[in-house]
């Protein structure tokens, strides 16, 4: 490795604000050829993510997973955000008020490459998710690349509710939604927020990893390779509710934290009055019904049979 100083071989990567696939090449070679990410590193990462935040698919890769690889490494047991680490996190991002692009899909490479987030996370990262949607200079708008991240950042393993969207993660949802109404939305944002919705109302729980005490105490964890979670959500979201039925009926292979699965997951195919009273409060709340709150109302036809009488009487003021 060169003894230049790191940053002075940085220096010329980026100067325009963009970083392109062949320059992402040269530091996976020479830069970072150790495969192991220092402080100094992650310094100089982030001073390179402050001045080019736009850049080719390999670079926002690469920030993410040579940043991600730092904190996760750095202490023990591996594969854990501690609370601390977490705080340091967060006030990197924001020290321009919000997180960019970059930092943002750092954060989800976290949540869904950590065993474990601290609790505060979800809700911080879907914060700066929304402010980076509402915030665009040319309006509000949900691209492709957008709801790539947030079906990413929903279903992150260290996340909020896991597998299962919570309802704080349905209301934010909603909130884009609202905001972005009636802007050029890509159609992948319709599919995603419907099916966002459908699962929150669907399923209430999701596999929890242990605690980091509890991984000390064991001093080894292994997570069951067996269970195919990126086939449970082609499942859940390419079928409308039949799907999501079915994919929640499927017996999870991590049998010594979910032993109760299947009755959980029978009881929670049956909207409850208190999700049912949510949606009815939320659902064209701002006076009328728009397009893809019409398109949940559509797919939540298929469950009228189950539904309480207060979002049968919201189907049927949309009819």
């Known amino acids: 490795m060169s003894d230049q100083p790191l940053a002075t071989r940085l220096a010329a990567i980026g100067a325009d604000g963009f970083v392109s696939a062949d320059e ?3 530091m996976r070679r020479t830069v970072f050829a150790d495969g192991v990410v220092s402080h100094e590193e992650l310094d100089a990462l982030f001073d390179l993510g402050d001045r080019a935040q736009d850049g080719d698919a390999e670079w926002f890769q690469f920030f993410a997973e040579a940043a991600a690889d730092f904190y996760l490494r750095e202490e023990e047991p591996q594969g854990y955000l501690t609370p601390n680490e977490f705080q340091s996190l967060k006030a990197r991002v924001t020290r321009d008020a919000h997180a ?4 943002i899909a750092l954060m989800v490479k976290l949540m869904e490459t950590a065993e474990q987030t601290p609790p505060e996370m979800a809700d911080f990262v879907g914060e700066q998710i929304k402010a980076y949607i509402l915030g665009k200079e040319d309006g509000a708008v949900v691209s492709k690349q957008d709801a790539v991240l947030i079906r990413r950042y929903l279903f992150a393993s260290g996340g909020d509710g896991n597998v299962a969207v919570t309802r704080r993660e349905a209301e934010l949802l909603f909130d884009i939604n ?4 009636n802007a050029a939305n890509n159609p992948a944002w319709t599919e995603l927020f419907v099916q966002g919705v459908i699962n929150h109302l669907m399923a209430h729980l999701g596999y929890k990893a242990p605690s980091r005490e509890e991984a000390f105490r064991r001093n080894a964890w292994a997570k069951d ?3 195919n979670v990126g086939g449970f959500f082609k499942r859940m979201v390419s079928g409308g509710i039949g799907a ?3 994919a ?3 017996k999870s292979a991590y049998a010594e934290h979910n032993e109760k699965r299947d009755s959980d997951a029978a009881m929670a195919a049956k ?7 949510w949606l009815a409060a939320r659902i ?3 006076g009328g019904f728009d397009l893809n709150e019409r398109r949940l109302i559509e797919r939540m036809r298929d469950l009228e049979k189950d539904l309480p009488e207060g979002l049968k009487a919201l189907l049927g003021r949309a009819a």
């Open 24 to 26: 992402v090449l040269f």
């Open 100 to 103: 960019n692009p970059l930092e």
């Open 178 to 181: 609202d905001a972005t109404e």
């Open 225 to 227: 390779h067996s269970v």
């Open 244 to 246: 999501v039925k079915d």
């Open 248 to 250: 929640y009926s499927q």
């Open 271 to 277: 909207v409850t009055e208190s999700e049912a009273d």
């Open 284 to 286: 064209g709340r701002d």
